[in-house]
């Protein structure tokens, strides 16, 4: 059993950067591909970045793609989310997920693909 705990949440400006951490324990973080997702209000959770066990495979929705850098640091147990111009449009809660599967492609934007979730941080961009 994994338990994923996300920080790094808050308000920010348009244009300002945001680096969300998700520390992991209860599990051997790198058996796990890890995956970011959000979810804004009246709207459904949806994917925003993943990486694989060791760091091989990265994947981005095409929203943040050159905005935002998933890393991880397995010696830590903890991924990253860094995210630069920001938008208002970019506020939700981020969760940040884990993936027993490491296996390249497939369906990795599918929140039932993840077997374990935080609790959530709240990020909010204003205009």
């Known amino acids: 059993q994994v338990q994923l705990v996300e920080s790094g949440g808050g308000l920010v400006q348009a244009g300002g950067s945001l680096r969300l951490s998700c520390a992991a324990s209860?599990?051997?973080?790198?058996?796990?591909?890890m995956g970011w997702f959000r979810q804004a209000p009246g709207k459904e959770r949806e994917f925003v970045a993943r990486i694989s066990r060791n760091t091989v495979y990265i994947y981005y929705a095409d929203s943040v793609k050159g905005r935002f850098t998933i890393s991880r640091d397995n010696a830590k147990n903890t991924v990253y989310l860094q995210m630069n111009s920001l938008k208002p449009e970019d506020t939700a809660v981020y969760y940040c997920?884990?993936?027993?599967?490491?296996?390249?492609?497939?369906?990795?934007?599918?929140?039932?693909?993840?077997?374990?979730w935080g609790q959530g941080t709240q990020v909010t961009v204003s205009s």
């Open positions: 209860g599990g051997t973080f790198s058996d796990y591909a």
């Open positions: 997920a884990a993936d027993r599967s490491n296996a390249p492609g497939g369906t990795y934007y599918d929140t039932r693909e993840y077997a374990y």
